[in-house]
């Protein structure tokens, strides 16, 4: 089998009618496939699928063993089919044959992709036949959007599609055009976009969040999160993580913001901490600041 293509089976549905040397078949589907990358699935969107060129149905995927001409290829109902004839040689009548008594009850596709769309962690993706969403960081999955079948085969023995030729390293994504789509769906709804979680999802993901850091990290990030609960700006403290900005970074920007929701400028200092007198801060800002080093308060 050559190397750069990606193989899938699929189940025969129909035998042919009795004297006639041709039937239907159904070469691939939106079925979820495992690879070493993550999860497959090849889209049948309209479009999506390039047709032109597959035209002959060989026996396990060996171009010196021609079965018969394929016409009529197609997409219908998330399924990828075809009219399969089986020629008059000893080859075409042997397969006809193992076809009708159900010896051969399975076709293999051979396909090259062109372009995958890689869905991020619960991303909806919207198929011909089915709503997937995407896996975890661990085991993506990856939506073929422009691929190409190439040959299509009876297959005596098909292989698990888990495993062996489907998975194999060897086939690389080296080619192929991978989009992802990162929406930070958290950075776009908070402090200032159309939704506002509410306090408990909120709090949920900042917790997540904080869980995944390292015990160092997770205490700088925990005392952050204090200082921006006290000012009433989690969301922007979140979104700021969400984007990678620094536990200072985020500092900066909640004082900032306290700033400008009192009609003050921020200190425009680079990089120097706002200096508050104490005339002009509140109580609880002054505990804060004098439990916390760091949070400066002067006098």
């Known amino acids: ?113 062109h372009k995958y769309r890689k869905l991020m962690p619960d991303e909806e993706y919207e198929c011909a036949s089915r709503t997937v969403k995407g896996g975890p960081e661990n085991n993506p999955t990856y939506i073929a959007e422009k691929w190409s079948p190439v040959e299509v085969s009876l297959e005596p023995t098909p292989a698990d599609p888990s495993v062996g030729v489907g998975r194999c390293a060897t086939r690389s994504l080296d080619g192929i055009e991978i989009e992802e789509v990162r929406t930070e769906p958290e950075a776009e709804n908070l402090n200032g976009g159309n939704k506002e979680m509410d306090e408990k999802e909120l709090q949920r993901k900042i917790d997540e969040a904080l869980g995944a850091k390292s015990e160092t990290d997770k205490a700088v990030l925990k005392r952050t999160f204090d200082r921006a609960a006290a000012a009433g700006q989690e969301a922007l403290a979140f979104r700021m993580m969400v984007e990678g900005k620094t536990s200072d970074e985020i500092t900066d920007a909640i004082i900032a913001a306290q700033a400008k929701e009192r009609g003050k400028p921020a200190d425009a200092g680079e990089g120097e901490p706002e200096k508050r007198t104490l005339d002009k801060i509140d109580d609880e800002t002054l505990i804060r600041g004098i439990t916390d080093p760091d949070l400066m308060v002067i006098a």
Do not use: C
């Open 1 to 113: 089998m050559n190397k750069d293509y990606f193989y899938r089976n699929v189940d025969i549905e129909e035998r042919a009618a009795q004297g006639e040397r041709a039937v239907r078949l159904s070469f691939s589907s939106e079925e979820p496939v495992s690879r070493w990358f993550g999860t497959e699935i090849l889209s049948h969107k309209s479009g999506a699928m390039v047709k032109d060129r597959l035209n002959t149905l060989l026996f396990a995927h060996n171009r010196e063993r021609i079965v018969g001409p394929l016409s009529n290829v197609r997409v219908e109902g998330g399924k990828g089919y075809a009219t399969a004839g089986f020629d008059e040689t000893d080859e075409g009548n042997l397969a006809l044959a193992r076809v009708n008594s159900g010896s051969l009850r399975t076709t293999s596709v051979g396909y090259q992709v």
